[in-house]
């Protein structure tokens, strides 16, 4: 099982961008997906998740600019995100607590590759 992270990139203050992170491999079921970033000098610190029935949940630095959503066919989670500062900087990862067909101890949090994100004033 992997996870493959991308949409990350430059923009400007006020812009927007789109991140993706798609699941991939002998996955029987995906429980909560989600999204965590880590700036420069700082902890990695969670942004938002999203459960299978589609409950989410927001870290107040990002309530009402960042929208996270999934296809679960797809196996995938999404974090649309919208007025950005250069206070969002940070290489993004995403992560899902997935059920693989080899898991036979339950479900396991797997970890995306991180993509950066650079907002500039």
């Known amino acids: 099982v992997q996870l493959q992270a991308s949409g990350g990139g430059l923009v400007q203050a006020g812009g927007s961008l789109r991140l993706s992170c798609a699941a991939s491999?002998?996955?029987?079921?995906?429980?909560?997906m989600g999204w965590y970033r880590q700036a420069p000098g700082k902890q990695r610190e969670w942004v938002a998740h999203i459960l299978s029935d589609g409950g989410t949940k927001y870290a107040d630095s990002v309530k009402g600019r960042f929208t996270i959503s999934r296809h679960n066919a797809k196996n995938t989670v999404f974090l649309q995100m919208n007025s950005l500062r250069p206070e969002d900087t940070a290489v993004y990862y995403c992560?899902?607590?997935?059920?693989?067909?080899?898991?036979?101890?339950?479900?396991?949090?797997?970890w995306g590759q991180g993509t950066q994100v650079t907002v500039s004033s």
């Open positions: 491999g002998s996955i029987f079921s995906i429980n909560a």
């Open positions: 992560n899902a607590e997935i059920l693989a067909y080899s898991d036979y101890d339950g479900e396991h949090m797997y």
